[in-house]
């Protein structure tokens, strides 16, 4: 996947595209990528994602801004997953901002990236105080002559339409099925790993901290998880754990939020390595324990029951196989 972070008039050959933040690249964005592929077969062209870095919220304004479900690697990974040919990253500044509608279509969209297929969706806004919505791209594209445009309706699931802030309200709720639902696949966190305190070790519960760009993460508590990374060989290597995600109130008074995953039955160098994490179930919430000696023992309960749900779900994939025998 060939990425791009400034166009500039020239000629490039035509593309398709669609244009948005992707956050957390659920199953909306994932229906409108394949649409996208799909008119790109048909025109020869390329399929292009358009999106912005910084979210403009976090830039027009950074109080309201919400947490990101993806930073821009892993949502760049996502993308390249899904089989895009081209991303094309515009830095949003204040500059960019005061882009007027009608220019953002005529010099960036037809001139530097050379559109000759659009898709959006039906409450697109674009330009300068938002100011462009549909009706402006369709006149525009109109009188561009013999460019495309098209409108998705959203996608809905079981009447919720998925979105990005649907996918936040699930996680705020501690409702990772729904949330799994919407994205299409377990909600993830990624970082290296880094020094800690290597206090786990001496509780007998060596971990993993993983490095935190964002200092409100989407969730809190303890976790049942998965963590996968490229070994040294190149393959994905998988391990089952347990994860706890805020601020380890037992451990220190003021702290900023912490990822730190006790890997089962490992016993391996991985500092420096770039993890993933699956969270797959919420064991309870983060608590201040009277003492060390608490903490271990309701350690040792959630390494049992994140065992007991491992255990439960061999055992149904299991019989699901059985029965396609």
């Known amino acids: ?38 008119a790109a077969r048909r025109l020869g062209a390329a399929s292009c994602v358009m999106t912005f870095e910084p979210h403009p919220r976090e830039l027009l304004m950074p109080d ?21 040919d081209r991303v094309q990253i515009y830095r949003f500044n204040h500059a960019f901002a005061k882009i007027s509608a009608e220019l953002f279509v005529t010099r960036i969209l037809l001139q530097e990236m050379n559109v000759c297929w659009l898709l959006v969706g039906e409450d697109f806004c674009f330009g300068a105080r938002r100011s462009g919505d549909v009706a402006l791209l369709q006149k525009l594209f109109s009188e561009s002559g013999g460019r495309e445009l098209e409108v998705m309706s959203p996608v809905v699931l079981d009447e ?46 060596p971990t993993a901290n993983i490095q935190l760009k964002d200092h409100h993460p989407l969730l809190n508590g303890i976790f049942v998880v998965e963590a996968s990374w490229r070994n040294g060989s190149g393959f994905t290597q998988r391990v089952r754990g347990v994860a706890s995600l805020g601020v380890r109130p037992t451990v220190l008074e003021y702290a900023q939020p912490v990822l730190e995953v006790h890997l089962f039955d490992f016993d391996e160098d991985i ?16 608590e201040k324990f009277p003492d060390m000696e608490t903490l271990v023992k309701q350690m040792e309960q959630d390494v049992v029951h994140a065992k007991a749900y491992f255990s439960q779900m061999d055992s149904s994939m299991h019989a699901t196989a059985c029965l396609d025998c």
């Open 1 to 38: 996947m060939r990425i791009t972070r400034r166009a500039a008039a020239s000629k490039e050959e035509p593309v398709a595209l669609t244009i948005g933040n992707f956050d957390g690249v659920h199953l909306g964005h994932q229906a409108m990528i394949a649409r996208l592929k799909r």
């Open 64 to 84: 309201r801004a919400p947490a990101r479900l993806t930073n821009l690697r892993e949502k760049l990974e996502l993308l390249a997953s899904l089989g895009v």
């Open 160 to 205: 919720l339409r998925v979105s990005s802030t649907a996918v936040r309200h699930a996680l705020a709720s501690d409702d990772l099925d729904l949330a799994a639902e919407l994205l299409g696949r377990p909600f993830t966190m990624g970082g290296r790993v880094v020094d800690g305190l290597k206090l786990g070790k001496k509780l007998g519960f």
């Open 271 to 286: 500092y420096g390595q770039r993890l993933r994490i699956e969270f797959l179930q919420k064991l309870r919430d983060e």
